[in-house]
DNA sequence: TTTCTTTTTGCAATCGATTGCGTTAGCCTC
DNA sequence: GAGGCTAACGCAATCGATTGCAAAAAGAAA
């Protein structure tokens, strides 16, 4: 029962009167050490309280017994707090990976020079790596993706695109939440995103093709870039007002682009769903808790981190398995107006 | 330019013309390496893709540059991902971590059984542990505390507690929002939480102290146990008003509870402020946008996670840094009804 | 040129485990 | 009692860095 301070395997194989060797595989359960020898052994180390120095054990097996999760955020330093989408997606992904007895390394990435992948990589640090959002970084995911087999992003399937991804089908999503407002008999939909980011672009192009689906010519007048924190967002929002353009509904790329511009149009005294029509993309918690509920392309999370994970450890057993995409449903509430079945 | 396999400290050595030992401290910005040729090792390493090893570092140096982040959630293994307060104390302390050049580590406890703390301390995965709530543990905790110091709790300031905390006045933020409700008039005020948990048993003790300054006998009657979950803290809020117990006004340990709540009066046709009034805790991002907006005890996560990792880093240092306490502040909406200011 | 400093540099031990391989002990069989 | 075989166990190398100490090189002073 006494805890002194950090004793090492060489002391409980004195305590047991054995070499190195045999604690370390009586610990490790191995059957090679007579399997009541090892519950002895075992009994001695727990009672003293011992455990296994992981540094040591790492260097020597060349393995961690963690993941990385990496966001990849550019210099956007609040942008893990304060998107509740990168939050609950981690949660997931803590949830799936301690399942399987691995421990969850957490890798805010804010420098994004030259290289900053191959430095995590070759840190050692874990076993493989989940990287949430491709964020601008599509070329250096490439790279890492030839010589790195453990390694899956969540986020949109890109062309010419050799590293393993899990995402929404954006195309998709974006297609079904603007032809639900075109079916409302709106016309001219603003998009409010940044278009350098990946995912977007593909939000975008769904937008697009349902527009020209519909005989509709996309405005260019319509498409504001706004970043994913709630204040740029509102500010692109007062914008798009202020500028006179006319326009009967929004589509955003992400529900806290929804949701501030929701609070732009209440504060300018245009009624949501009156006057304007607003739909998100993401559909996470608040949407349905914000006054109106929000529409939203509802993203299956914890499908969607079990799929990354489960590819993970597929690729962590060096298997080459494949990218997976989910199709996203249109969660119908109040914020767009019309009856919830469309 | 080349990123072959796995090049360790000695290929670069080889690449450089010098020993193992130049390398090393010339990476390590030693001047014991003069400048000139320190910036050359480093550029030939850099070239190379070089990146230490972190597993043969650390046990090297005894050190591994990550800070533990401890959930102690017992059996609720859905928790972290469903309770948005541990969600946010985890972005932020995660952003104070990793400014300092920390890496983040997240252990989520399920097995509580004895030794776990011991078993995590003694992994030497990490520098410091930050445990974000005492959950049940606070007799594991004092013993943790008295060998090991780096260790800093978000929670109560307990009595017998030898551990360092950092955590908001539980009783004088109690205190506050039922002073609040007793000022609208209010007189039967009933409590939602489960008194097992430390600090829900300090916001408990707030509320009496607040009805007995207001010379009002605690009604047994009205104090009914709650989780944190959504599910669970509705079902029990459904049973206080099945109970037929008369009450006008809820007083609950936390957001989550008191959403649960104001729902479950909504179903039972029962108006939320007109009727009952009801008052939270925490003030989460959610609480701001709820209809109707939620009246809650504010805690300056911010400022909390600074805090804690300030004493943690000066506790690391070696300095036995003592436990903080933040002041609440109560923030009124109109979930309680009266005035703003009231 | 010699001697004494001061600056650079490298050898080798060390951190704390894991594991291939060889040795010892134990048991059976003839 | 010798030989053969297997089950247990330990020696020592290894993982990839860091660092105390001493040696070598360079520079300064005499």
Same mark, same amino acid.
């Given at each position: 029962?006494? $805890? ?12 047991? =009167? ?11 359960? /191995? ?8 519950? $002895? ?25 963690? +993941? ?18 990168? +939050? ?12 399987? %007895?691995?421990?969850?390394? !957490? ?12 430095? +995590? ?7 493989? !790596?989940?990287?949430? %959002? ?7 995911? =490439? ?12 986020? %949109? ?12 089908? /954006? ?24 278009? $350098? ?17 519909? /005989? ?39 529900? +806290? ?24 993309? #993401? ?16 993203? #299956? ?8 994970? #489960? !590819? ?17 449903? !249109? ?12």
């Amino acid at each position: 029962m006494s $805890e002194e301070g950090p004793l090492k395997m060489a002391d409980v194989a004195r305590l047991a =009167n054995v070499s190195m060797s045999t604690v370390s595989r009586a610990l490790a359960d /191995n059957p090679l050490i007579p399997e009541d020898r090892r519950r $002895e052994i075992q009994r001695i180390a727990a009672e003293a309280g011992y455990v296994v120095n992981q540094s040591a054990r790492s260097l020597r097996m060349r393995k961690t017994q963690t +993941i990385g999760v990496v966001f990849p955020l550019g210099h956007d330093v609040g942008q893990l707090i304060s998107d509740p989408f990168f +939050i609950e997606m981690f949660g997931r992904l803590a949830d799936e990976i301690t399942t399987r %007895g691995y421990q969850v390394l !957490l890798c805010r990435v804010t420098d994004t020079s030259e290289g900053w992948l191959n430095r +995590i990589i070759q840190s050692h640090r874990q076993d493989g !790596l989940v990287i949430v %959002g491709q964020s601008d970084q599509h070329e250096a995911l =490439n790279k890492a993706a030839d010589t790195y087999l453990p390694l899956v992003v969540w986020g %949109g399937h890109l062309t010419g695109q050799t590293y393993c991804s899990v995402g929404t089908d /954006n195309i998709a999503g974006a297609r079904r939440a603007v032809d639900h407002l075109l079916g409302l008999g709106r016309r001219r939909i603003a998009f409010l995103g940044m278009l $350098e980011l990946p995912e977007i672009a593909l939000r975008h192009e769904g937008y697009v093709r349902a527009l020209r689906a519909a /005989n509709l010519d996309p405005d260019p007048a319509l498409v504001i870039p706004a970043h994913f924190s709630f204040e740029t967002a509102y500010e692109a929002a007062r914008e798009l007002i202020e500028s006179g353009t006319p326009f009967d509904a929004i589509f955003a790329a992400s529900d +806290i682009i929804a949701l501030a511009a929701v609070q732009a149009l209440a504060a300018a005294g245009v009624d949501v769903p009156g006057d304007v029509s607003v739909v998100g993309f #993401d559909d996470i918690a608040i949407a349905a808790q914000s006054t109106p509920p929000l529409t939203s392309v509802h993203q #299956d999370l914890a499908k969607g981190a079990k799929t990354i994970v #489960d !590819l993970l450890f597929k690729r962590m057993a060096g298997e080459d398995a494949p990218s997976a995409t989910l199709l996203p449903k !249109l969660v119908v509430r109040k914020s767009c107006g019309g009856s919830p079945t469309g």
